[in-house]
């Protein structure tokens, strides 16, 4: 056997071990005289004075349910009772066709019962108790396949012990019967399942939990807590039967109240299972973990709780069950379907699949049933005179004409709670853009889209990330986890997919989602949806950068203000200031000194125009840093022409073409146009290496356009922005417009410019 050792071997055998009591169990009851009736599965049946019985069918002369066996051939059960714990105790050995008399307690009466023994009848108990088999036999074919499929695993080992405890235990779904109790071997025999083998089904569910998916933080730190969940069930269990037993009237009452110490070891592990699976679950933080143990988490709480509320506890207080052994298998029965997909989890089993059409079709019947026996039974109730095969009939009409619509809306209704709104791509567009229409924030925006198009589809993860220079940065992801740390090369890793955002053939932005389950793929209308999802998106990332962008120039607008007004503050204080009040003083000892000392106020007026000469050349810096008086002096053109005709110094040939007069300019446009032709033409004259440059100025639909090209050597592949390239653009996008620098059709570099005027 590849990949398997000893620790596995040993498995085996052990559940081969847990098995076989009830395997001899059956075999010894199919050879065993039948005196047509047992103990009923979940009632007490053991009281001071005998055993109460169920006949599987009640006859007049024979047993009937609720009869109370007091003796058998003349013995008293209390007699029997006492043999079991009798070694080599004498026993009557009974064959079929043979007619035994039993002592019974029917009401008030006493009245002895002639029984006529007959062979076991096993295929009518196992039909009447189909639940609770049915439930062991998928627990053990489902263990036993994830067992041989993972002989290593601990967690799988776990499993088959727990099946195995639950099949081996399967013969307290049979019952016990007065033959047994007389003969011994069969009482014993039940006992080492009903209870060995049952709590060891209980101590496997808690080994299971507790190391499922992960080992719990406990656990690995004392090894010793596993061995004690096996152990404590076979400790705690005979020193209660030691406390009961002084209490006891008699032998079997005693024998009656070992069931209550059975039910209640149950409920406590029980509760410890369903405690450790949703504790694992909240405490597990791996999307990957949490997706194994979802389901049996919910299977835990379901059938555990259900069982829990309508199994155990009633049959603690009341002494009885409120349902039937059939409906507890059917409860329980989702268990070890969830463990073997969470354990598996090679998508042979596909679970969204299984509960989709299980959902589905199980409602389906339901519904259609419930439609037919609403109309045949109530209905023919009102109408009791009409012929029933006529109310039948109709039903069946009925059912046939909405079984189909049904079919259609349950799906529909189904796929929408399972995978959102995949299927009504208008409903999430609309949605969108109803969200979008409320949302005022524009940081708002972004989020707003990844949160609905998540919630609508069910997606485990969406994100946007916004182009940067240096790559992508996630700015809105939907739920908050991951967090907006993960970059979009892992999302895509891990089972995401990536979708460019595009506005105008400009990739603006990524669009980033992950599917509901790891592995799970999108359908094609899913993909279809997500990509015009994307397009939209698009252009909001456009208006949300462009929104950024507004924001942050006037962040610069407002920071330059404040920089030129300290800077002039600065320069007028330190600079200016001090300079006038020099000049006053000098003018006052010149006033002092005019009479009494002509040469020296001479000497004081000469140095006074020296000083003034140099405070207004300081005030006209001053003024030309806020605005070129060449613009004032001249006009943008004639200023433009001036500055090209300067440049032209260097000895590169320089032509501008504009129109001789211009309209009245803004006044930040002129400026705007004059320092961009400025930088433009600087650029030219240090790195360009060109013999030719042109500028071009002409206003046309409201807008002045503006081009500097050249036929120098143009931009290199690895050339970064400057501070100069970068005051050009934003100098354009400050008043709306905007500025691009590229190579020349023929060689070199041009420069575009577009300002509005408004």
């Known amino acids: 056997m590849t990949g398997w050792n000893k620790t596995s071997l040993a498995a085996l055998l052990i559940a081969i071990g847990l098995i076989t009591p009830a395997v001899t169990f059956v075999g010894l009851h199919s050879v065993t005289p039948f005196d047509g009736a047992r103990f009923q599965p979940g009632e007490v049946v053991l009281s001071p004075n005998g055993l109460l019985v169920t006949p599987l069918e009640e ?33 009557p050995r009974w064959q079929v066709g043979q007619t035994i008399v039993y002592t019974v307690v029917r009401g008030d009466q006493q009245k002895d019962i002639q029984i006529k023994l007959t062979n076991y009848p096993l295929n009518i108990i196992l039909a009447n108790e189909w639940g609770t088999i049915l439930f062991a036999v ?18 799988a080992r776990a499993l088959l012990f727990w099946a195995s405890g639950i099949l081996s235990a399967t013969t307290w779904s049979l019952g016990l019967q007065i033959s047994d109790v007389i003969g011994g071997i069969g ?23 507790l190391i499922f998916p ?34 006891a009237i008699n032998t079997l009452d005693w024998l009656g109240r070992w069931g209550v110490g059975e039910t209640a070891l149950a409920a406590v592990y029980l509760a410890l299972i369903m405690i450790m699976a949703v504790g694992n679950y909240s405490a597990n933080h791996d999307p990957l973990s949490r997706q194994k143990i979802r389901w ?41 379907l969830t463990i073997a997909i969470a354990i598996m989890r090679h998508r042979l089993f596909d679970i969204d699949v299984v509960l989709n059409r299980t959902l589905v079709y199980g409602t389906l019947t339901a519904s259609t049933i419930g439609i037919y026996i609403f109309i045949v039974g109530y209905i023919g109730t009102l109408f009791q005179d ?66 609905t198009v998540a919630q609508a589809l069910k997606l485990s993860c969406a994100a946007i990330a916004l182009k940067e220079e240096n790559g992508f940065k996630i700015v809105a992801v939907s739920p908050a986890q991951p967090s907006a740390s993960v970059t979009p090369i892992q999302t895509q890793s891990a089972a995401g997919e990536i979708l460019p955002l595009i506005y105008q053939g400009e990739v603006v932005g990524q669009f980033i989602f992950s599917p509901r389950a790891p592995g799970e793929s999108f359908t094609v209308a899913e993909r279809h949806l997500l990509e015009d999802i994307a397009h ?20 610069r607008l407002v920071t330059a203000r404040e920089e030129e007004r300290r800077r002039l503050r600065r320069d007028l204080h330190d600079g200016l200031g001090p300079h006038l009040a020099s000049q006053s003083f000098k003018l006052e000892a010149a006033r002092d000194s005019i009479r009494h000392n002509p040469d020296k106020t001479e000497a004081l007026l000469t140095d006074l125009i020296s000083k003034t000469q140099n405070t207004i050349s300081d005030v006209r810096r001053l003024v030309y840093a806020l605005r070129p008086p060449a613009l004032d002096e001249l006009g943008l053109i004639a200023a433009v022409r001036e500055h090209a005709a300067q440049c032209e110094l260097n000895g590169v040939r320089i032509t501008v073409a504009a129109p001789d007069q211009l309209p009245s300019l803004p006044a930040a446009v002129e400026v705007a146009t004059y320092r961009i032709v400025q930088e433009a033409l600087t650029n030219v004259m240090r790195h360009a290496q060109a013999q030719t440059c042109a500028v071009s100025i002409e206003l046309k639909k409201g807008t002045l356009n503006l081009q500097i090209s050249d036929d120098g050597i143009g931009l290199s592949r690895d050339h970064h922005r400057g501070v100069g390239l970068n005051s050009m653009r934003e100098r354009a996008e400050e ?22 005027l408004r």
Not at 67 to 78: K, L, S
Not at 423 to 445: F, I, M, N, W
Not at 547 to 553: E, F, G, P, V
């Open 735 to 756: 008043l709306g417009g905007q500025c691009v620098i590229e190579p020349a059709p023929k060689g070199g570099t041009r420069v575009k410019a577009e300002l509005p």
């Open 536 to 555: 939209q998106a698009g252009v909001a990332v456009h208006a949300v950068r462009l929104t950024a962008d507004l924001q942050r120039s006037r962040e």
């Open 138 to 155: 998928v627990s053990q074919f489902v263990a036993t396949f994830v067992f041989l499929r993972r002989p290593n695993d601990s967690a």
């Open 59 to 91: 006859r007049s002369d024979g047993l009937l349910r609720g009869d109370e066996v007091i003796a058998v051939e003349g013995r008293g059960m209390e007699s029997w009772a006492r043999a079991l714990f009798e070694v080599g105790a004498p026993r």
């Open 296 to 336: 049996v988490v919910f299977a835990a709480v379901l059938s555990g709780g259900g069982s829990l509320l309508v199994w155990i506890l009633p049959s603690l207080i009341l002494g009885y069950s409120i349902i039937s052994t059939n409906f507890l298998g059917l409860l329980v029965l989702p268990f070890p």
């Open 214 to 247: 992960n080992a719990h933080p406990f656990v690995l730190r004392h090894s010793w807590i596993i061995r004690a969940v096996y152990v404590t069930p076979f400790v705690v269990y005979p020193l209660y039967l030691a406390a009961i037993f002084p209490t």
């Open 386 to 451: 009409q012929d029933r095969s006529l109310l039948a009939f109709l039903a069946t009409g009925l059912v046939a004409v909405i079984f189909q619509p049904l079919r259609e809306r349950l799906q529909r209704g189904i796929n929408r709670l399972m995978y959102g709104e995949r299927d009504d791509p208008y409903a999430v567009l609309s949605r969108l853009g109803q969200r979008l229409e409320a949302t005022l924030a524009p940081e708002a925006v972004l989020p707003t889209i990844v949160e």
């Open 187 to 209: 009482f014993w025999l039940y006992k080492a399942t009903s209870f060995g083998s049952y709590m060891v089904f209980w101590s496997a569910g808690l080994h299971f939990a």
